[in-house]
């Protein structure tokens, strides 16, 4: 009854810049809990980062300092700003929300460092 859309995957070069974005629509909540999730091939998908309808932040110890979560309430959207970006965050990267104890996932969006 959420659906999400992620968009802002690529292909960047190590020590390079993307900003990813994930819009929401359907019956969203005022309280609720978004999130950016990384799963590479044969991998489990690991937290990057979240942030609450209160706007606290949450950040894997791996791309803190150098990832930034935010949102705007009134496009329903979360963003992701990445710097810095290293060779070991490649992977498919997936928008999450959070209401009432029910998961919704996006389609996820590849981000691949490489030079």
């Known amino acids: 009854q959420v659906q999400l859309v992620e968009s802002g995957g690529g292909l960047v070069q190590p020590g390079g810049s993307l900003r990813l974005s994930c819009a929401a629509s359907?019956?969203?909540?005022?309280?609720?809990?978004m999130g950016w999730y990384r799963q590479a091939p044969g991998k489990e998908r690991d937290l990057v980062a979240t942030?609450?309808?209160?706007?606290?932040?949450n950040y894997a110890g791996s791309v803190k300092g150098r990832f930034t979560i935010s949102r705007d309430n009134t496009k329903n959207t979360v963003y992701l700003q990445m710097n810095s970006l290293k060779p070991e965050d490649t992977s498919v990267y997936y928008c999450?929300?959070?209401?009432?104890?029910?998961?919704?996932w996006g389609k996820g969006t590849l981000v691949t460092v490489s030079s």
């Open positions: 999450k929300y959070i209401n009432y104890g029910v998961d919704y």
């Open positions: 359907g019956r969203l909540s005022s309280f609720n809990t």
């Open positions: 942030i609450n309808s209160g706007g606290n932040t």
